[in-house]
């Protein structure tokens, strides 16, 4: 069983940066591809980053190119979502998410990851 654990979240002003950290124990930290998601309230969860197992290669979601950076450490079994220029509509919960052990791709579809951690409530006011 993995366990993915969010932590980083909280409330800033618009402008403001974030650093986003996921944890996980339970297996081999490097051994898949993993993911940033978020959802807003009444709206659908968004792809946000993804980084491969070696984190040579990542992907961003249209909405945060520019912006937030993803990265991992497998060494601390952390990945990490630098957040810059935040702004409101960036408001959700984050949720961190690992593909299931040998799947190296990158991917944007949720449906993709088997591994999910329980979130972290980014809010930026304006």
């Known amino acids: 069983q993995v366990q993915l654990v969010e932590s980083g979240g909280g409330l800033v002003q618009a402008g403001a940066s974030l650093r986003l950290s996921c944890t996980a124990s339970g297996r081999t930290f490097s051994s898949s591809a993993m993911g940033w998601f978020r959802q807003a309230p009444g709206k659908e969860r968004e792809f946000v980053a993804a980084?491969?197992?070696?984190?040579?290669?990542?992907d961003y979601g249209d909405s945060v190119k520019g912006r937030f950076t993803i990265s991992r450490d497998n060494a601390k079994n952390t990945m990490y979502l630098q957040m810059n220029s935040l702004k409101p509509e960036d408001t959700a919960v984050y949720y961190c998410?690992?593909?299931?052990?040998?799947?190296?791709?990158?991917?944007?579809?949720?449906?993709?990851?088997?591994?999910w951690g329980q979130g972290t409530q980014v809010t930026v006011s304006s």
């Open positions: 980084i491969s197992r070696t984190g040579a290669s990542t």
């Open positions: 998410a690992a593909r299931p052990t040998g799947y190296t791709g990158i991917t944007s579809r949720a449906t993709e990851y088997h591994y």
